[in-house]
């Protein structure tokens, strides 16, 4: 089975950070497209971090400049590195995984349950 666990949300104050992880079992994260998404109470899931197979980066305008997505190849997990944080960053926060993802956003197929990100 694939699953993706995601891990290292809280709630912080304004201007702080966190580093959430995102733990993948079966499936090699090095062969997939993997992403974060995040939907706040009330709003659409929206995207806001992608990074390819071949280690291209696509960031949210909102997110850019503050937040860094990574791969752990070693460690099969996916981590995404929240700085400067914003009240408009509370959300759920989800990482996802495609086999062929429609760059940067599209064709997501395996998802994770989701870390909570509260930000006041």
């Known amino acids: 089975d694939v699953q993706l666990v995601e891990s290292g949300g809280d709630s912080v104050q304004v201007g702080g950070s966190l580093r959430l992880s995102c733990t993948v079992s079966g499936i090699t994260i090095s062969e997939y497209a993997m992403a974060w998404f995040r939907q706040a109470p009330g709003k659409a899931r929206e995207g806001v971090a992608a990074i390819d197979q071949d280690g291209k980066m696509s960031y949210a305008e909102s997110v850019k400049g503050r937040f860094t997505i990574a791969k752990g190849d070693a460690k099969n997990t996916l981590y995404l590195d929240m700085n400067n944080l914003e009240p408009e960053d509370t959300a759920m926060y989800h990482c996802?995984?495609?086999?062929?993802?429609?760059?940067?956003?599209?064709?997501?197929?395996?998802w994770g349950q989701g870390t909570q990100v509260t930000v006041s």
């Open positions: 996802a995984a495609a086999t062929d993802c429609r760059w940067p956003w599209g064709n997501y197929n395996v």
